[in-house]
């Protein structure tokens, strides 16, 4: 079994940081992708920003909306996903979602969701 936990959000006031965090842990065997989704109230999820594990192809993706502003990296020990916010805007508001696609030490995939955390940007 896979867990992934999250950590980070809160409120902050327009042009500041923040930075997101989610760990993947358990019987993983293999990690293909990790990222963050978000969802604004009335609003469908969108893709924030995503990467791909250097073994299917290392590409790292990013919503037009935030590129310039966010960057997503990962851990050294690589079971870590992190978003660090810069520049946030009102319209940044929304509750930020990890996703991971795993493979598990039984060889089933399974496509996770983090709890989310809320992030809100206003004066």
């Known amino acids: 079994q896979v867990q992934l936990v999250e950590s980070g959000g809160g409120l902050v006031q327009p042009g500041e940081a923040l930075r997101l965090s989610c760990t993947a842990s358990?019987?993983?065997?293999?990690?293909?992708?990790m990222g963050w989704h978000r969802q604004a109230p009335g609003r469908q999820r969108e893709l924030v920003a995503t990467m791909l594990s250097s073994g299917t192809g290392g590409t790292t993706k990013y919503s037009n909306s935030v590129k310039g502003r966010f960057t997503i990296s990962r851990s050294s020990g690589q079971n870590s996903v992190y978003l660090q916010m810069e520049n946030l805007k009102p319209e940044d508001t929304a509750t930020y979602c990890c996703?991971?696609?795993?493979?598990?030490?039984?060889?089933?995939?399974?496509?996770?969701w983090g709890q989310g955390t809320l992030v809100t940007v206003s004066s």
């Open positions: 996703n991971v696609g795993v493979l598990d030490e039984g060889n089933t995939y399974f496509d996770l």
């Open positions: 358990g019987s993983i065997y293999y990690i293909y992708h």
